[in-house]
């Protein structure tokens, strides 16, 4: 149980186009999803935190225009990287969390390089 | 705010020898802590938490941890190391009731045979 699922698991695109990464809880209802960043070999950074129906609280630094978080329902999250640019390449993960607010569900995470 | 240190970022172990990462946090508040393992190109997977109770806290695959209140520490060991256990591992912590995660850097272990 408790699986996440991320999709695309990676994605090329344009300089200037947008991404969306879907992030779905399979067999739980996620009242609290969060996004990651992680460049290469480093730590994962957290973006910003998403409650369902509600809006996204981003963390200091992260620009909420260009990262769009739209959390519709209980299992779904989306993250869309506007006008993307290749300094936003990175590996982006989403994890959820339930009623035991300490424990998180990572996604498999998607992989994205903006040329 | 809470934060994580984890020092050496690559670990090399023999296979059958102990491994032993280190893990010291900096809370204000009591922490919830956590190992996560990642294999490349995917996500983390939770190997044991602690959350203020019993000290010892083991987790999958053999490994353990133990919180040490007076030494800022929740250090990762695991008795004989495995060829799979060839990945990376952060270290996390959150405060109670906030479960928003700050991670470490991150150990990748490498396992000689």
């Known amino acids: 149980g408790a699986v996440v699922s991320q999709h695309p698991s990676r994605v090329i695109c344009k300089s200037g186009t947008s991404v969306k990464i879907e992030c779905r809880s399979l067999?739980?209802?996620?009242?609290?999803m969060f996004w990651y960043r992680q460049f290469p070999k480093q730590s994962l950074m957290l973006m910003a935190t998403?409650?369902?129906?509600?809006?996204?609280?981003?963390e200091q630094g992260v620009e909420k225009d260009k990262f769009l978080i739209n959390h519709a329902s209980l299992t779904l999250s989306t993250l869309t990287v506007t006008s993307a640019h290749p300094e936003d390449s990175s590996f982006y993960i989403c994890?959820?969390?339930?009623?035991?607010?300490?424990?998180?569900?990572f996604g498999p995470g998607t992989r994205l390089l903006v040329l | 705010a809470q934060s994580v240190t984890q020092l050496g970022s690559h670990v090399s172990v023999s296979e059958g020898a102990l491994v032993l990462l280190r893990c010291n946090y900096s809370?204000?508040?009591?922490?919830?802590l956590f190992w996560y393992v990642q294999y490349p190109n995917q996500g983390l997977q939770l190997l044991l938490k602690?959350?203020?109770?019993?000290?010892l806290v083991k987790g999958i695959n053999g490994f353990e941890a133990e919180f040490k209140k007076s030494e800022t520490s929740f250090h990762l060991t695991k008795p004989s190391a495995h060829m799979s256990d060839a990945a990376e591992y952060f270290c996390?912590?959150?405060?109670?009731?906030?479960?928003?995660?700050?991670f470490g850097k991150g150990n990748q272990v490498v396992v000689i045979p």
């Open positions: 994890s959820a969390s339930t009623d035991t607010p300490e424990t998180q569900y």
């Open positions: 067999d739980f209802q996620a009242t609290t």
């Open positions: 998403s409650n369902e129906g509600s809006k996204a609280t981003y």
């Open positions: 809370s204000s508040v009591p922490p919830y």
């Open positions: 602690y959350t203020s109770a019993a000290t």
């Open positions: 996390a912590v959150s405060e109670a009731g906030n479960n928003r995660l700050a």
